[in-house]
């Protein structure tokens, strides 16, 4: 058996949301001040951080979600279970939308896990904040020009 017990995944979940708020330390907010910190577990336990990174350009800005998940592939990881994101606010702070789809494009249907510096404000899975994805699985099914 190599399903991990109740106990093994909290403390996997404490893990990652702590390897999140320190990346959120290194956050490149220089114009909002609103630093966001990701972690991402892959399959075989490798975990992946990012943080936001903001540019005198604002449009060029990019979220912490997508920085790890980036990384993570150009690292060469394909397979991924989960992600802990963490900002320093009362109320959940989930990805926004350009990150719930780019994580469901490489990572699926991950665990979601919200957090903040003290404490863990909600934990989802991807299909609920992204459900109807577009996705590659649609390309195959358009219909094929006649030769
Ligand atoms: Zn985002």
Redesign the pocket.
Known sequence: MNQMSAEQEADSSQMLIEAARQARERAVATFSKFKVGAALETSDGTIVTGCNIENATYGLTM?A??VAMFKALSDGHRRFKAVAIVADTDSPTP??G??RQILWEFGRDLEVVLANLSRETGRFRLSQLLPCPFDASLLDKSPKPKA
């Open positions: 979220c979600e997508r990805p926004c350009p990150c």
